[in-house]
């Protein structure tokens, strides 16, 4: 009987694996993207162990391990990288089904709400960018925790050794990306809906997990501050810091909080109806409390908070999914600013979820005559591998990411700059000032006005060069400060031309 048990796992950890495989082939083609120059190409940390102890570009560590591994094997050769994106995402999908049986679920969840979470077309991001490697990777901690965090409740479990390899687990997934921190709170969830009063562990210790709880807190303030975190976002936090003062003005409050709710109901449609996918979006900011993005972000809270009350006494299973997504929601609901309000790396977490409750509630509201709660899981699970494999193809290059980008969002200044960028590493010098000057009458970012100084010189006329250099020193901005500071000393150089 237990060997027939691992069998059956074995069987459903190479049929997830070959269907990732199979659902993502077409990205083994794609040419470096994205964050995966400054990440990856010109990365020392990932060439040599070397380079990773010397840590010259702090980043994520356990992902910068991997990356070591594919820089072995592969050297800078972007196919052979895709090999373990695919892989962890598939071997997410089968932690799922593990989990889900776990959660006392039916085959029919188990298999459904894997074969979601691993078709789902938000999750493109994270599996065909190899730099956000580090949200599949920290979500196999999650899950790989979490499961020994429910072996540790076993009545025949060895408790302690258990919960120790739960929290070594949360602890490396928290080097990846710092949601796992969230664990914690899922776990107690999981104690309140499904575990008797007198067979709790956590909730039965509440000191020590108020002593947990300030270690870690304490534990991540001077990782961040004195390790890997503050360095990591540096460069970042320069741009968030304009948010921050929008955050910290009383006068700004509201309005940033009601960005922030807009945000909430626009990524639940993007969860919910998955289609005009892209690397970035730009939505205008709310009217006021009554602007139906608003009303429908706090009509989302409440059914949630409803839903979540009840379904802890009714329907325990339906109330883990709820609160996992709820939580690993949190850390990028932008309550604390972000670099971005919305992206779908962001829902790479949540989707999991998602891909549970659905198959609950498919099971629950389906009836089974004729095979029903089959064929409409079957027939949600086409159309989303239909479109997975189409939204595969935007992140080929990135002429095809920034072409869906400006279509998706046309007055996006960052996308019509970077799709300007792409057409001018393609030499094509007349299509890149088309979109670099759409950009610049944004007049929003400097960017545009020193990529179009750039392409003027390239095409022999300094004036008009040095009217866009002029302008984009005007600007004056603290995040491409040093790029102005070397734009000043070439154009001395070269030309004899001081610029203020």
């Not at 969860?271 to 139906?292: K, N």
Request: glycine fraction near 6%; hydrophobic fraction near 55%.
């Amino acid at each position: 009987m237990v060997g027939q048990k691992y069998r059956d796992r074995l069987y459903a950890l190479g049929l997830l694996l070959a269907a990732a495989f199979a659902l993502y082939a077409n990205t083994f083609g794609h040419a470096w993207i994205l964050d995966d120059f400054p990440v990856i190409v010109n990365n020392p940390d990932v060439q040599s162990l070397a380079g990773f102890w010397a840590d010259s570009y702090p980043g994520r560590p356990l992902r910068e391990l991997t990356f070591l591994l594919d820089h072995a094997l592969f050297g800078l050769d972007p196919a052979g990288w895709h090999v373990q994106n695919v892989f962890w995402h598939g071997v997410n999908a089968f932690l799922l089904f593990l989990l889900a049986d776990r959660l006392g679920c039916s085959r029919f969840v188990a298999w459904s709400a894997a074969l979601l979470f691993l078709v789902h077309p938000v999750q493109v991001e994270v599996v065909a960018n190899i730099s956000h490697r580090k949200d599949s990777l920290a979500l196999a901690c999650i899950l790989l925790a979490t499961l020994a965090y429910l072996r540790a409740l076993r009545p025949e479990a060895r408790t302690l050794p258990w919960l120790a390899v739960a929290l070594s687990l949360a602890l490396v997934g928290w080097t990846a990306k710092q949601n796992a921190v969230m664990l914690p709170l899922l776990w107690l969830g999981y104690e309140l809906a499904f575990v008797d009063r007198k067979n709790r562990l956590l909730l039965r210790q509440p000191k020590c997990l108020v002593a947990g709880a300030i270690t870690a807190t304490l534990g991540f303030l001077g990782w961040y501050l004195l390790g890997g975190g503050m360095p990591l976002h540096r460069q970042a936090m320069v741009g968030v810091m304009a948010k921050m003062t929008v955050y910290l003005n009383p006068d700004n409050v509201a309005p940033y909080f009601l960005m922030v709710l807009k945000s909430l109901t626009f990524m639940v449609g993007k969860l919910l109806w998955p289609l005009a996918l892209a690397p970035e979006y730009v939505y205008p900011a709310p009217s006021g409390w009554f602007d139906p993005w608003v009303l429908g972000a706090l009509a989302i809270l409440g059914i949630y908070g409803m839903l979540l009350w009840r379904a802890r006494r009714l329907w325990p299973p339906f109330f883990f999914a709820l609160l996992w997504i709820g939580l690993f929601w949190l850390p990028t609901a932008n309550l604390w600013p972000l670099s971005y309000f919305a992206a779908d790396r962001y829902l790479y977490t949540p989707t999991l979820g998602l891909a549970l409750m659905t198959a609950l509630v498919v099971e629950r509201w389906c009836p089974p005559k004729n095979y029903l709660p089959a064929q409409v899981m079957a027939m949600g699970l086409l159309a989303c591998c239909l479109l997975t494999w189409q939204q595969n193809r935007v992140w080929a290059t990135p002429l095809s990411l920034w072409t869906q980008a400006v279509r998706v969002a046309p007055e996006s200044t960052s996308a019509l700059n970077n799709l300007g960028g792409a057409y001018l590493e393609l030499g094509q010098l007349e299509r890149s000032l088309e979109f670099f000057h759409k950009a610049a009458a944004n007049f929003d970012n400097p960017m545009p006005w020193y990529n179009l100084g750039r392409v003027y010189e390239q095409l022999g006329d300094r004036d008009k060069a040095i009217f866009h250099y002029r302008s984009f020193l005007a600007f004056n901005d603290p995040v491409t400060a040093q790029l102005a500071r070397r734009l000043r000393l070439r154009l001395f150089r070269q030309y004899g031309i001081q610029l203020r």
